[in-house]
């Protein structure tokens, strides 16, 4: 079950069928900003698996987002997918408890084995 913030649509949706068919990833919603996603997140805490955060938003940040999902239970898992995968980035997303980062660039296969990992794991 897996919650997506990302405000670009055709990434998003990208995204969604190629993690749907792919990692057998389950859709369960998105948001485009940094309140919807914090929103949605919290609200519904016990009802998501994965969150898949984008960096830069249409309001507000994925680090927000990231601040928000810090409370979470151990076995959800937040993960940020940016086209800014800096060593700096990736050290700040990793000090607001990120479990990996990824760069939409490269390392979309890297997203989908660790969507799979996640799966053998449950």
């Not at 309140?35 to 609200?43: N, R, V």
Request: aromatic share 6%.
């Amino acid at each position: 079950r897996t919650y997506i913030v990302e405000d670009n649509a055709t990434i998003r949706e990208n995204l969604i069928g190629t993690l749907e068919e792919l990692a057998e990833v389950q859709a369960i919603g998105c948001a485009e900003t940094e309140d919807e996603g914090k929103a949605w997140l919290t609200a519904h805490a016990a009802q998501w698996d994965l969150a898949i955060v984008d960096l830069f938003l249409k309001q507000g940040s994925g680090l927000g987002v990231l601040k928000a999902c810090r409370e979470r239970n151990p076995e959800q898992k937040v993960v940020v997918l940016t086209n800014y995968a800096t060593p700096d980035i990736r050290v700040r997303c990793h000090q607001l408890g990120v479990d990996a980062v990824f760069d939409k660039s490269n390392e979309i296969e890297a997203l989908i084995d660790f969507c799979l990992e996640m799966k053998g794991n449950a």
